[in-house]
């Protein structure tokens, strides 16, 4: 890790880099440079031409510039903001008929390259050659501008995140005028469903001797004290309220709840099992019919859809099964529902960038929840990198801003992602996208997979914690208009986990051998021993 200094547009910024190790080697060594990289990059360019350069003000930049007819170029800055295009600019007027600009400009691109290898390992940027029309001889040709602009990213605000916010609810609107415009193709199917409220473990009797094992207040009560238990879909105690402020024991009673009421399941609606809310009593003092459960209570978002019906004997179910599914090829779409549709996984862990620029795909995975999702509740983590947390105040594993809702209602999932998305603003590219996963895997044990959605254009800070998760991993690269983020191939590569856009399925990197070359959505990737290097033409 390095700092340094350097003047952008908007003032002076403090920036860092760190190289991602590529098993013993370093991504960040110098790799080899050629004539043939320049050669590359000058030929897959975008031509402009115009009468006078002027630089695009809309991003901040940094002007690399040369003497007119020199090929000199001063050393870019590293920063952690993303590069999102580099205007080579030159003028077209020479006063000699043998001088060969493509020559003069191959030397340039040479040199730019020789002094930042990381815009040749990882070109995910728009390569402008502009050539200058509006100068007529050598004396005004000095006054225009030579040499390279490179422009980055700008940090985003809060205010940004409300902006984004709104595009969002404004997709999501129209999802459901186009639902409502197409609604002769949504199919709806009613069929019941068993429903079983949750069992205990243990008899009435052991648990209450167990509670007369364990409890120790000194303080006498007599009386009915009582209580709620949440439990999650295997029936564990997430949460324990005591009712009233009589009871003079509340946080020592709470804790030994937690410890020995046990259930089976939740409460289970035909295969699958739900969190419940159980309404419990304790007569004190304590004998063996002290416990009673008398009610159960599941979500009213369960309730609603599964049309829950309590009865005297426990409850009833019917499942509204309403299909979406004709109407998906209708809908605006981007790589994220394109992925989940087209592979159909069952993951119920879903690890989700929500920083700035991510909404056209975090709208997508609404979209997805809202037309193509399960009725089976999945874990959604949404992460926003430190919840505007300053750079520096950044520490690796604990960055933050991080929340987590278990749900099947896109409702439901799009509430708790805007708060996340609230509590976020600007920042550097790097996120945290390990410390979310991990914080999902703790939220949900029983997932042996995990579904992230991330921006291929910010690689996480945090990849070294990757080997304190054990699943599988699929990632969602969104975001590849210029070819996917060497980073994340090689990270993928190393950990075994699988990449996807929305042309590709990377399932099985550790298949490629070192020379090999992919070709994916016309770019080539050529591994090397220090990993896979991305070729510049398309």
Same mark, same amino acid.
């Given at each position: 890790?390095?700092?340094?200094?350097?003047?952008?547009?908007?003032?002076?910024?403090?920036?860092?880099?760190?190289?991602?190790?590529?098993?013993?080697?370093?991504?960040?060594?110098?790799?080899?440079?050629?004539?043939?990289?320049?050669?590359?990059?000058?030929?897959?360019?975008?031509?402009?031409?115009?009468?006078?350069?002027?630089?695009?003000?809309?991003?901040?930049?940094?002007?690399?510039?040369?003497?007119?007819?020199?090929?000199?170029?001063?050393?870019?800055?590293?920063?952690?903001?993303?590069?999102?295009?580099?205007?080579?600019?030159?003028?077209?007027?020479?006063?000699?008929?043998?001088?060969?600009?493509?020559?003069?400009?191959?030397?340039?691109?040479?040199?730019?390259?020789?002094?930042?290898?990381?815009?040749?390992?990882?070109?995910?940027?728009?390569?402008?050659?502009?050539?200058?029309?509006?100068?007529?001889?050598?004396?005004?040709?000095?006054?225009?501008?030579?040499?390279?602009?490179?422009?980055?990213?700008?940090?985003?605000?809060? +205010?940004?995140?409300?902006?984004?916010?709104?595009?969002?609810?404004?997709?999501?609107?129209?999802?459901?005028?186009?639902?409502?415009?197409?609604?002769?193709?949504?199919?709806?199917? +009613?069929?019941?469903?068993?429903?079983?409220?949750?069992?205990?473990?243990?008899?009435? +009797?052991?648990?209450?001797?167990?509670?007369?094992?364990?409890?120790?207040?000194?303080?006498?009560?007599?009386?009915?004290?009582?209580?709620?238990?949440?439990?999650?879909?295997?029936?564990?105690?997430?949460?324990?309220?005591?009712?009233?402020?009589?009871?003079?024991?509340?946080?020592?009673?709470?804790?030994?709840?937690?410890?020995?009421?046990?259930?089976?399941?939740?409460? +289970?609606?035909?295969?699958?099992?739900?969190?419940?809310?159980?309404?419990?009593?304790?007569?004190?003092?304590?004998?063996?019919?002290?416990?009673?459960?008398?009610?159960?209570?599941?979500?009213?978002?369960?309730?609603?859809?599964?049309?829950?019906?309590?009865?005297?004997?426990?409850?009833?179910?019917?499942?509204?099964?309403?299909?979406?599914?004709?109407?998906?090829?209708?809908?605006?779409?981007?790589?994220?529902?394109?992925?989940?549709?087209?592979?159909?996984?069952?993951?119920?862990?879903?690890?989700?960038?929500?920083?700035?620029?991510?909404?056209?795909?975090?709208?997508?995975?609404?979209?997805?929840?809202?037309?193509?999702?399960?009725?089976?509740?999945?874990?959604?983590?949404?992460?926003?990198?430190?919840?505007?947390?300053?750079?520096?105040?950044?520490?690796?594993?604990?960055?933050?801003?991080?929340?987590?809702?278990?749900?099947?209602?896109?409702?439901?999932?799009?509430?708790?992602?805007?708060?996340?998305?609230?509590?976020?603003?600007?920042?550097?590219?790097?996120?945290?996208?390990?410390?979310?996963?991990?914080?999902?895997?703790?939220?949900?044990?029983?997932?042996?997979?995990?579904?992230?959605?991330?921006?291929?254009?910010?690689?996480?800070?945090?990849?070294?914690?990757?080997?304190?998760?054990?699943?599988?991993?699929?990632?969602?690269?969104?975001?590849?208009?210029?070819?996917?983020?060497?980073?994340?191939?090689?990270?993928?590569?190393?950990?075994?986990?699988?990449?996807?856009?929305?042309?590709?399925?990377?399932?099985?990197?550790?298949?490629?051998?070192?020379?090999?070359?992919?070709?994916?959505?016309?770019?080539?990737?050529?591994?090397?021993?220090?990993?896979?290097?991305?070729?510049?033409?398309?």
């Amino acid at each position: 890790m390095f700092q340094l200094l350097f003047p952008v547009r908007h003032g002076i910024h403090r920036v860092s880099y760190q190289w991602l190790l590529f098993g013993v080697l370093s991504l960040g060594q110098v790799v080899q440079l050629s004539a043939q990289d320049a050669e590359q990059l000058l030929s897959g360019a975008i031509d402009v031409t115009i009468e006078q350069y002027q630089p695009d003000q809309r991003y901040d930049n940094i002007v690399l510039g040369s003497s007119y007819g020199s090929d000199s170029i001063r050393r870019l800055p590293v920063t952690s903001q993303r590069i999102v295009k580099i205007d080579l600019v030159y003028t077209a007027f020479s006063e000699d008929p043998l001088f060969d600009q493509r020559q003069l400009d191959l030397r340039r691109i040479e040199r730019l390259l020789a002094s930042n290898p990381q815009l040749e390992a990882n070109p995910l940027y728009d390569f402008r050659y502009i050539q200058q029309t509006g100068c007529r001889n050598a004396q005004d040709c000095l006054e225009f501008f030579h040499g390279f602009v490179v422009y980055y990213d700008r940090f985003y605000t809060k +205010e940004d995140t409300r902006a984004e916010i709104d595009s969002i609810q404004q997709e999501l609107s129209e999802l459901e005028l186009r639902i409502f415009e197409l609604d002769s193709l949504v199919k709806v199917e +009613e069929r019941k469903v068993s429903c079983e409220y949750p069992q205990l473990l243990a008899s009435m +009797e052991h648990i209450a001797g167990k509670l007369k094992e364990f409890y120790s207040c000194t303080e006498k009560f007599t009386g009915e004290v009582f209580f709620n238990a949440l439990l999650d879909e295997k029936g564990r105690p997430q949460k324990i309220d005591i009712r009233g402020r009589r009871f003079p024991c509340q946080k020592e009673l709470t804790a030994i709840l937690r410890h020995i009421l046990r259930w089976r399941t939740g409460i +289970e609606l035909g295969s699958d099992a739900f969190p419940v809310t159980v309404h419990g009593s304790i007569k004190f003092p304590i004998r063996d019919d002290s416990f009673s459960f008398y009610r159960y209570d599941p979500s009213a978002e369960l309730v609603e859809q599964f049309q829950i019906q309590q009865t005297k004997d426990g409850c009833l179910g019917v499942n509204m099964d309403t299909s979406y599914v004709e109407i998906f090829p209708y809908i605006k779409k981007t790589e994220v529902s394109t992925v989940l549709e087209r592979n159909e996984w069952d993951d119920r862990l879903f690890i989700v960038d929500v920083t700035a620029s991510m909404f056209p795909y975090t709208a997508d995975l609404l979209k997805w929840m809202k037309v193509l999702g399960s009725n089976v509740p999945k874990h959604f983590v949404f992460f926003n990198d430190g919840d505007d947390k300053p750079n520096k105040a950044k520490r690796l594993g604990n960055v933050g801003g991080i929340d987590w809702v278990q749900t099947m209602d896109y409702k439901v999932a799009r509430q708790k992602m805007f708060e996340v998305m609230r509590r976020g603003g600007g920042g550097d590219t790097p996120e945290n996208n390990i410390e979310a996963l991990l914080y999902g895997a703790d939220k949900a044990p029983e997932a042996a997979s995990a579904v992230m959605i991330a921006d291929n254009q910010a690689f996480p800070r945090d990849a070294r914690l990757a080997e304190r998760y054990e699943g599988e991993l699929k990632i969602i690269l969104c975001g590849t208009p210029h070819g996917i983020n060497t980073d994340y191939l090689n990270f993928a590569y190393l950990r075994g986990y699988s990449l996807h856009t929305g042309e590709t399925d990377l399932t099985d990197l550790k298949s490629v051998r070192q020379g090999q070359v992919l070709t994916i959505e016309g770019y080539n990737y050529r591994l090397t021993a220090q990993g896979f290097k991305k070729e510049f033409i398309q």
